[in-house]
């Protein structure tokens, strides 16, 4: 299973970003995706989460008012669409295949494969 993770770069606060995900190497509509992200000298924490299907979504607390997770499956591809960003929001952004069936949830051990990640940053 391969992920590519793109979409990042510098931005101001305020702005809007949309992250890509891509998946080869496995049965895409059948594998729940989730977000994740890793701030410098912090351990990584949950971002978003979506089923196979794409009828079910999980939000970190604190981010679901700004973000929106979203899939393609005949593109096998994820999307994450941030708004309204922080400088806090800076962070590599890694998206990850559930090894769960369909959802993976929050916990980064239902995840078993992971991309290299994009970076975000967020300038004040």
């Known amino acids: 299973v391969q992920l590519q993770a793109s979409g990042g770069g510098l931005v101001q606060a305020g702005d809007s970003l949309k992250l890509s995900c891509v998946v080869s190497?496995?049965?895409?509509?059948?594998?729940?995706i989730g977000w994740f992200r890793q701030a410098p000298g912090k351990e990584r924490e949950f971002v978003a989460a979506?089923?196979?299907?794409?009828?079910?979504?999980d939000y970190a607390d604190d981010l679901k008012e700004r973000i929106t997770i979203s899939r393609d499956n005949a593109k096998s591809t994820v999307f994450l669409q941030m708004s309204s960003l922080r400088p806090e929001d800076t962070a590599v952004y890694y998206c990850?295949?559930?090894?769960?069936?369909?959802?993976?949830?929050?916990?980064?051990?239902?995840?078993?494969?992971w991309g290299l990640g994009t970076q975000v940053t967020v300038s004040s």
């Open positions: 990850a295949t559930s090894s769960r069936p369909f959802f993976g949830g929050r916990s980064e051990n239902n995840y078993g494969s």
């Open positions: 190497g496995r049965t895409f509509a059948t594998t729940g």
């Open positions: 979506i089923s196979a299907a794409g009828n079910a979504k």
